[in-house]
């Protein structure tokens, strides 16, 4: 009691910013970078960190890796790079344990290599459609993607920001940073029996949702209805916004055919006799429509479409799962202006493995919703995963997304142009990674001159480079940094870490190993990975140093704890990334991750406490 009373006054303001941040982010009180540098701005103004401690995690080579390897990543991505792996990735079988081998062990490899994010982002479509073909739930595959990347991720030094992090925050305070491949020791173990254990049965555990489309596509048939204008119709000559039909508040207008046209219902559309009005909301707003004068029920099959309203001609369909950095999140359509800021038009919102029920328009947003948008053609290239800022990913639905207009005609030779730079992008990913490896550079500069090629070779134009660096992730990890520096300086690090001595004493510092792997991870699991390494490192350092124990064996433990996140969908973005495409609830991930949450501990502590301790 008299330790905890003499901490000064600084210690004090740190453990309560501390509390207030981790009771923040569990709440999902605002976006985690908001939250961070909230955190970081009440110990600057407390005087707790001085400008330069506060803001030096700006320049930490961590936070330039990351963003050059998110250039990296878009390179490869928007060359198509990875497409040529699809005959390797999926197997043209419905026997499942032979199936996840076969795609989750090139994932585990390429996360590796390249950012686990933009894999998954990259894979998750793929699958998905794969899935369709081979009429196999995606319940029984998005969990293994999302989990075979986590642990690829671990097996280099650039598989995810966490492993940087970690590496970067060593080499600032003076202790010897990890080297490229010092967490592969560990990483490809516990890649190798994670795949083995959904292989030999641990698929078993994984639900069963049905089809693998979307929830919410099933919902569509009861949501979408059509009118059609008459020749008696007062509304003819009329805007859509003069007429009153762009939002009826139970439903709202997405488009208009007109003849053999597909027309975006824009507020100034002029409306003309036997425009065919579709609509997406409550049946009563249907009943009330036909009341008006010169409108009627439009028959299905009259006029050549078919009876299923998600396959009738309308523009064409994708899904859109919506990134924890989105501004969407926390707003109602309505209130993101979405038709005029996306260029498309919502027609249904799946949360976990449940379409939204509610009024579309009015329901507030969340990270992982995955949206149903009826869009012009170019919708997925002007919003595709390279813009994580937004969407995770994009995707057409049932590859229906037209070509043939002159636009589209000429993105598609684009496209082709870029396409044939593949081999390129992949080169020099690869000359990246061996550079950093032999030691001709230090991997910020690898990283740096990667990314500065993949746009002068026009692998990825400096917009898309611009839209693939998430923001909100670099300045989660720099405010993290100046925030971890205030544990640091203010003592509390040296605290906690003899508490864990103290809590550890007489087993000696495999016990110790296993203290920190357990508390790292549960914060993972609460407030997400990047935080946890952070806040947990200082730590982890002052608890070496009491024991005299190698600070590499203490920082590859936080490294790997804070990426093993399997038990909540909200600890790590790859998990929240396949969540609705996947139709998972909340507790499915307890339910599959515990076992793979127990066997990568035991790996990993015991690894790490037989090559450095």
Known sequence: MAAVLSLSADAWITVGVVIGLIGALVGDVGRPDLVMLSGLSALL????????????????SAVLTVGALYIVAGGVQHTDALSRLDRVLFANTARLPPLLARFMGPTALLSGLLNNTPIVAMLTPRLQE?????????????????????????????????????????????YEPLHLFDVTWVGIP????????????????????????????????????????????????????????????????????????????????TLEQGDVLAFNGRLAARERLLRRPGLKRTLPGGDGRQDDPVRYETLPLYEAVIAES?????????????????????????????????????????????????????FERRWSSGSRDEFYWVAPRDGRAPHGSDDADEADAADEDRTARAPLALALTGSMVLAAAVGLAPIVTAAFVAALLMILTGCVTAAEAQRALNVQVLVVIAAALGIGKALETTGLAQRVANGVIGATEGFGPVAALAALYLTTNLLTELITNNAAAVLMLPISMA?????????????????????????????YQTNLMVMAPGGYRFRDYARVGWPVTLLVMTISVTIISVLWL
């Open 543 to 571: 608890t070496a140093s009491t024991l005299g124990a190698p600070p590499t064996a203490f920082g590859l433990i936080v490294a790997i704890a804070a990426s093993a996140s399997f038990l909540t969908p909200i600890g």
């Open 130 to 174: 794969w899935a369709d073909e081979q009429d196999i739930p995606a319940s029984k595959l998005m969990i293994p993607l999302s989990y075979a990347a986590i642990t690829g991720g671990m097996m280099t030094l650039v598989g995810t920001s966490t492993n940087l992090i970690v590496a970067g925050l060593m080499e600032a305070e003076g």
């Open 190 to 269: 516990a890649a190798l029996a994670v795949i083995a254990y959904f292989v030999l049965g641990g698929h078993r555990l994984l639900p069963d949702r049905g089809t693998s489309a979307p929830a919410v596509e099933t919902e569509l048939d009861e949501n979408m209805f059509e009118v059609t204008v008459t020749a008696q119709s007062p509304i003819i000559g009329e805007t859509v916004a003069e007429a009153g039909l762009r939002d009826l508040g139970d439903a709202y207008l997405t488009h208009i055919r007109r003849d053999a046209q597909v027309l975006q219902a824009t507020p100034r559309l």
């Open 326 to 378: 989105s501004d969407l999140v926390g707003a109602t359509l309505g209130e993101a202006n979405f038709r005029e800021e996306y260029q498309g038009v919502v027609l249904g919102i799946q949360r976990e493995n449940e379409p939204v029920t509610g009024p579309v328009g009015t329901t507030e947003l969340r990270a992982g919703d995955l949206l149903i948008v009826e869009a012009p053609s170019d």
């Open 45 to 60: 103004v407390g005087g707790v960190v001085t400008p330069q401690q506060a803001f030096a995690g700006f320049s930490n």
